[in-house]
């Protein structure tokens, strides 16, 4: 079994956003992750990868304070953030989640402008800086288009790009997306996977994603958690996290990794399955 990582120092009290000793369910007789502590890199794009149901969007969800630890706690800068009010944490952290419902009736530029609510007050109104983070937001997605559209009446993979639009017109120092490329054809996956490396690049966001695909995980990720049965089995870059026996030990599954000849990232191939007909063959 591959070694648990050394938790970073970021989750003691210095910059960033992490969780200490956090135990998270959705009923307090079956917790999903158990006494986790580790803590995302302060301008890094992490990508956390592991097995159906192994906790990955569980601890995303915590790290928005969608859901509360029965224990622990998440920390923003050293501050537990269930001490935030919410537009003070909203200001400083997106979440993109898995499904998301779009009120009826509702048109693409409104859903996006609603990513601007948490920079509202009663001393701060609607403003031309609101109005230029929505459409910069909105044309970075391709979604500028789609404008005075339903949000209704668009497919899947449109309504997808339009939820990325508004969490980016959030504009916030860490972006959390839960499965950004559901629902995306190929190149719209990624389009919105260098859509996060262009955000990172340019204006320093933290970026944390949970994705299916290791392959994409390696070549857009700075780093790589891996998770299995609710804890961290690896977290890392991602030639330290992807190789052949983390993979085996996370997903069950005999691959072979090679190197990108493109980006020189790990690239996962699984090892063939004998056919049930070889079996038993002499």
């Known amino acids: 079994m591959a070694a648990p990582p050394t938790p970073s120092p970021h989750a003691s009290g210095t910059p960033g956003l992490g969780v200490r000793g956090v135990r998270l369910s959705y009923h307090p007789a079956h917790p999903v992750i158990e006494d986790l502590t580790t803590a995302v890199t302060p301008g890094a794009v992490t990508m956390i990868v592991g097995p159906n149901a192994c906790g990955k969007s569980t601890l995303l969800r915590a790290l928005s304070r969608v859901i509360s630890p029965d224990a622990g706690q998440v920390v923003l800068d050293g501050r537990d953030i269930a001490t935030l009010a919410p537009k003070q944490l909203a ?8 499904s998301s419902i ?10 996006v402008a609603r990513g601007r609510y948490p920079h509202q007050s009663i001393l701060h109104q609607w403003s031309a800086a609101d109005d230029e983070a929505v459409s910069e937001a909105m044309e970075r997605t391709h979604v500028d288009v789609l404008a005075a559209r339903r949000v209704s009446s668009l497919s899947g993979g449109q309504r997808q ?3 990325v639009a508004m ?18 054809d190929l190149a719209h996956q990624v389009d ?9 690049a340019e204006l320093g966001t933290t970026i944390v994603a949970v994705l299916h695909d ?4 390696c070549r857009y990720g700075d780093e790589v958690i891996a998770m299995r049965a609710g804890a961290i089995v690896a977290h890392g870059a991602p ?8 993979v085996e030990e996370v997903f069950g599954l005999p691959v072979q990794v090679i190197s990108d000849p493109l980006t020189g990232t790990p690239l996962v191939l699984p090892l063939p399955r004998p056919h049930p007909s070889s079996r038993g063959r002499t």
């Open 161 to 163: 790009r339009v939820w």
């Open 102 to 111: 779009a009120p009826a009736g509702i048109t693409v530029h409104e859903l």
């Open 91 to 98: 200001r400083r952290v997106g979440l993109l989640a898995q």
């Open 167 to 184: 969490a980016l017109a959030q504009r916030t120092d860490v972006l959390l997306l839960d499965e950004p490329t559901t629902y995306l």
């Open 192 to 200: 919105v996977l260098e859509l996060c490396r262009e955000l990172n």
């Open 214 to 217: 290791l392959n994409q995980a």
């Open 239 to 246: 030639s330290e996290v992807v190789t052949a026996q983390v």
